[in-house]
């Protein structure tokens, strides 16, 4: 039989998962995440552009990342259409 103490413990250890799983949630959605991957896409974009020789690489690398900002920004869109149409949770 399980003994108060053992259920306290696992109780205390799903609490903390579910702490860090809404972080990691959070961290998800944030504007932090977002900035910061449009930031690296454009300098790799940028640098990738400058070594093939593109005609003002830095200039160009502004659209892909600019893409990148519009798909994350409807991701969520898509995701409960997914969700509400074709997702079956059995």
Do not use: C, H
Not at 18 to 25: A, I, P, R
Not at 39 to 63: D, M
Not at 71 to 85: D, E, G, I, Q, R
């Amino acid at each position: 039989m399980t003994s108060i103490d053992d259920l306290e413990k696992r109780v205390a250890r799903i609490e903390g998962r579910n702490k860090n799983v809404e972080l990691d949630k959070r961290w998800e959605t944030s504007y932090t995440r977002r900035i910061l991957l449009i930031t690296l896409t454009y300098i790799a974009i940028g640098f990738y552009l400058s070594a093939i020789q593109i005609k003002e690489p830095w200039l160009n690398a502004i659209v892909p990342s600019f893409g990148f900002l519009l798909s994350t920004l409807t991701l969520p869109f898509f995701k409960n259409l997914w969700k509400k149409y074709f997702y079956k949770n059995e």
